[in-house]
């Protein structure tokens, strides 16, 4: 058992002095959000049959042949060629 004595820290007090301004806490009741995106929103999927075209389906169920740019456009995540679309894919179908 050792017989050294202990520092006593007991009466030891500390106080923070700070030279830095304080910033009044941000008011942010009047922040307002919206989100904007350029996706294109999709209201139904198509499966593709034998012999099907882009345009044939544009055609079917977006009302006009031309429309197959939407079509890819929706899709580019699995059609690197328009005219290479495959029976069995299943397609995004964008809004008119």
């Not at 017989?3 to 942010?28: I, L, N």
């Not at 307002?32 to 593709?48: G, W």
């Not at 544009?58 to 197959?68: S, V």
Request: no cysteine.
């Amino acid at each position: 058992m050792s017989t050294e004595k202990k520092a006593d820290f007991s009466g030891v007090t500390g106080s923070v002095d700070s030279t830095a301004q304080q910033v009044p806490k941000a008011d942010f009741s009047g922040v307002s959000a919206s989100v904007d995106s350029t996706a294109e929103v999709v209201d139904a999927t198509y499966t593709v049959e034998k012999g099907d075209t882009l345009s044939k389906i544009a055609k079917q169920h977006l009302g006009d042949a031309n429309a197959w740019q939407k079509i890819f456009d929706a899709n580019r995540d699995q059609l690197d060629d328009p005219d290479r679309i495959q029976p069995g894919q299943v397609l995004k179908l964008p809004t008119r």
